[in-house]
């Protein structure tokens, strides 16, 4: 089977109660899902740690400077 570019793999976390009821807690306050907040986490740290590619910003279309 071929990888794909934006695939999304699913596997098992596990962490203790605490942690989890923290993320959760956290989630809730930014109305997000436990998933999605664990992705958003992961994603700053990554970002912030230089190991993933800034996102490309396309420029608007009608972005004229003449």
Do not use: H, V
Request: glycine letters at 4%; hydrophobic letters at 35%.
């Amino acid at each position: 089977m071929a990888k794909k570019d934006n695939a999304i793999r699913s596997f098992i976390l596990r962490m203790d109660a605490e942690m989890m009821e923290a993320i959760e807690n956290w989630a809730a306050d930014e109305f997000r899902s436990t998933n999605g907040q664990i992705q958003y986490l992961l994603d700053q740290a990554l970002r912030k740690a230089g190991r993933l590619r800034k996102k490309r910003q396309c420029r608007p279309e009608n972005d004229d400077k003449s």
